[in-house]
Nanobody, 124 residues
């Protein structure tokens, strides 16, 4: 079993930055692929970014490429999402997710564990 707890969300203005954190606990947590997804008002949950266990492989949604950076510190069992140049369309609940395989996929159904989510609101 893996437990995920997100933090770092908040209300910011367009152009600002935020860093989300996901504290990971549980058995062999460092061996999981970790992903970030988001769900905006009235929208479906969409892929944002993912990182493999070593941190050497990452993937991003086109909408955030060049603005967001995913990273992980396995010594602290924490995954981060650095979000720069935020836009109002980035407003969503952001979820951390873990996948029990070491290759990255972007479909939410392929992730086994989920956090409760943290709200990010970007005002124009």
């Amino acid at each position: 079993q893996v437990q995920l707890v997100e933090s770092g969300g908040g209300l910011v203005q367009a152009g600002d930055s935020l860093r989300l954190s996901c504290a990971v606990s549980g058995r062999t947590a460092s061996s999981y692929v970790m992903g970030w997804f988001r769900q905006g008002p009235g929208g479906e949950r969409e892929f944002v970014a993912a990182i493999n266990w070593s941190g050497m492989d990452t993937r991003y949604a086109d909408s955030v490429k060049g603005r967001f950076t995913i990273s992980r510190d396995n010594t602290k069992s924490t995954v981060y999402l650095q979000m720069n140049s935020l836009k109002p369309e980035d407003t969503a609940v952001y979820y951390c997710a873990a996948r029990g395989r070491n290759w990255i996929v972007t479909t939410s159904q392929s992730y086994n564990y989920w956090g409760q989510g943290t709200q990010v609101t970007v005002s124009s």
